[in-house]
């Protein structure tokens, strides 16, 4: 299990949770952040300090954002498990659905 990102990141990107995170397991996208499935090691650390409530335990994701769970996992199907998110920036690699989504309304 692992914890996921979901709709009220895209166009936010706050990054207060890559701060947070020990292990440095969210990579940021263009739209939004993922969280790495195999290197998260769900402590949770980062849930707590998203501005808008957009990371959730795997089981808990409400069911109008489930598919954010398939989302955080095909952001790194090309990627891989490079072992640490500052190690490669910012990817390129948002699922189409995810690019395809209209510009999100943000408050920050």
Known sequence: MTYV????CVDLLD???????????????DRMLYIHPDECV????????CP???????DDVPDQWKEYTKANVDFFDELGSPGGA???GKVSADPQWIKDLPP???EH
């Open 5 to 8: 990102i979901a709709e009220p």
């Open 15 to 29: 990054k207060a949770c890559i701060e947070e995170c020990p292990v440095d397991c969210i990579y940021e996208g």
């Open 42 to 49: 769900d402590c949770g650390a980062c849930e707590p300090v």
């Open 52 to 58: 808008v409530e957009a990371i959730y335990y795997e």
């Open 86 to 88: 500052s190690k490669v």
């Open 104 to 106: 999100q309304e943000t």
